[in-house]
């Protein structure tokens, strides 16, 4: 399928892959039928090349892309995937896993996916570890270029700076700017390709004011979470008709961002350690799976995963103490898991 004349379309960075700027996020569609999938994601195809987004941790999202792109000439869509795994074994096997359900004999873009501790870096660059893992698949054709993703900014920008990653993945949205500043700078000046995660804030952000903003952004793919043909047809007209913020646009999204300045966790990481074991960024994720994407069982099952619950909490307060943006942590971790848990 040819590139279509209304979307904008750039070179991810050095991968020279020429994506649209409007990308399919694969989170939402876990929640979708498979048909219902199906229909979301062909609607999005039949409006251009496409560039897919997936990961292994995405329950029954590689299946139901896999349905959707069976038959679909291979040169019309590029997919990117991304696994947790951070030895060369783990990394071997979750490819694999990866090209068999999701029924294809490559994938474009292959990432280290949530890289946020020293620990994953050590292990991940390991003589023998995930990144050499990703580095032979990458020799074998199994995988066409290796990337990075990350809610820490600092990270993710030391990372690229390494030149080790063609692509780097980040939360970026008119409420979440901070990569403007260091990061991306930096990934134009080593030309690694730009794809922003969590364009709409987890559904927090009014979708046609989020989406246009990628419009004059140094920005190759937004990856927004379509699960509807409507979806789709919303948010490709707001990158390809809607045009650029305006000014009484732009002070509308500072608004918004002041009245979410409270409540809105960033994902940075700085309140933790948690001296109780709480992971308590994954409690704010799970939790807008909970409320924002209506993915209650999914959220469920990942609560019920964690090796430390949120009733660890003592409210000791050191987490709001390191919190850069001030957020009353321990109250909020109190109201979160009593929704998420009420009735189970």
């Known amino acids: 399928m040819a590139e279509n004349p209304e979307m904008k379309y750039s070179p991810l960075g050095r991968t020279r892959l020429s994506v649209p700027l409007l990308g399919f996020g694969g989170i939402p569609i876990q929640r ?9 994601l062909r609607r999005y195809m039949e409006k251009g090349t496409a560039f897919i987004d997936t990961a292994r941790g995405y329950s029954d999202s590689e299946e139901k892309i896999g349905a959707a792109i069976a038959g679909v000439p291979r040169e019309d869509y590029i997919l990117a995937c ?3 795994a951070r030895t060369g074994a783990d990394m071997i096997r979750d ?3 990866s090209l068999k359900t999701l029924g294809v004999d490559y994938i474009d873009l292959y990432q280290c996916h949530n890289v946020r501790y020293d620990t994953d870096e050590e292990v991940l660059f390991a003589s023998g570890g995930g990144f050499d893992a990703l580095v032979d698949a990458r020799k074998a054709g199994k995988i066409g270029h290796i990337g990075i993703t990350g809610h820490q900014v600092e990270r993710m920008t030391r990372l690229i700076g390494t030149g080790m990653f063609e692509t780097v993945q980040i939360p970026y ?7 403007e500043r260091r990061l991306l700078p930096l990934a134009e000046e080593k030309n690694v390709g730009v794809i922003a995660m969590k364009p709409l804030g987890g559904g927090a952000l009014p979708q046609d004011l989020a989406m246009r903003f990628f419009l004059d952004k140094p920005v190759h793919v937004a990856i927004a979470g379509m699960e509807s043909p409507e979806m789709v047809d919303q948010n490709f007209r707001s990158v390809t008709k809607g045009g650029l913020l305006t000014p009484a646009e732009i002070a509308e999204t500072h608004e918004i961002s002041r009245e979410l300045e409270q409540s809105y966790c960033r994902r940075c990481d700085y309140c933790q350690p948690c001296a109780q074991g709480v992971d308590i960024s994954k409690i704010f994720i799970i939790y807008n799976y909970f409320t924002r994407y209506n993915m209650r069982d999914f959220a469920l099952s990942q609560y019920g995963a964690l090796k430390v619950g949120g009733d660890a909490c003592v409210k000791c307060g050191r987490c709001a103490e390191r919190c850069p943006y001030n957020l009353p942590i321990p109250e909020m971790i109190e ?4 929704e998420i848990t009420a009735g189970n």
């Open 32 to 40: 979708a039928t498979r048909d219902g999938a199906v229909a979301a």
């Open 82 to 84: 991304k696994t947790m």
């Open 95 to 97: 490819i694999d896993l």
């Open 173 to 179: 949205n008119f409420n979440e700017d901070k990569p």
């Open 335 to 338: 109201k979160y898991v009593a």
